[in-house]
């Protein structure tokens, strides 16, 4: 059985950081990429980092960019997010999410966020329940 399980969560203040861990079972890491997303309140979901199975491509969206990274580790079947100078537009559910459709050159790699105006979420197959970061002072 498939599992995705967010940690690392929790109320920080504007300017702090946190790193948000998703722990992988029932799957082989070789075959997924795997993306994070945040649902933040009132919001649609948004895509904001999805890493390739080889981890030879990362994607972040333009609020992740420079602030957020991506990174994971096959062998202990974990996927980080390390946040950096959160803000408090940054308080939202995360998710994680496994992405095993797109092959290219020995990898499952990243989709877009969006194409043609539509977000590929409906890409990720496999989802965690999440994991509540609140930024306020």
């Known amino acids: 059985q498939p599992r995705l399980v967010e940690s690392g969560g929790g109320l920080v203040q504007p300017g702090g950081s946190l790193r948000l861990s998703c722990a992988v079972s029932?799957?082989?890491?070789?075959?997924?990429?795997i993306g994070w997303f945040r649902q933040a309140p009132g919001k649609e979901r948004e895509g904001l980092a999805c890493?390739?199975?080889?981890?030879?491509?990362?994607r972040y969206s333009d609020s992740a960019k420079g602030r957020f990274t991506v990174s994971r580790d096959n062998a202990e079947n974990m996927i980080y997010l390390q946040m950096n100078n959160l803000k408090p537009e940054d308080t939202g559910i995360y998710y994680c999410?496994?992405?095993?459709?797109?092959?290219?050159?020995?990898?499952?790699?990243?989709?877009?966020?969006?194409?043609?105006?539509?977000?590929?979420?409906?890409?990720?197959?496999?989802w965690g329940q999440g994991t509540q970061v609140t930024v306020s002072l």
């Open positions: 999410a496994a992405n095993g459709v797109r092959y290219w050159s020995g990898a499952f790699v990243c989709p877009p966020f969006e194409v043609a105006g539509r977000t590929t979420d409906d890409e990720y197959k496999y």
């Open positions: 029932g799957l082989p890491m070789a075959d997924y990429a």
């Open positions: 890493i390739s199975s080889s981890s030879g491509e990362k």
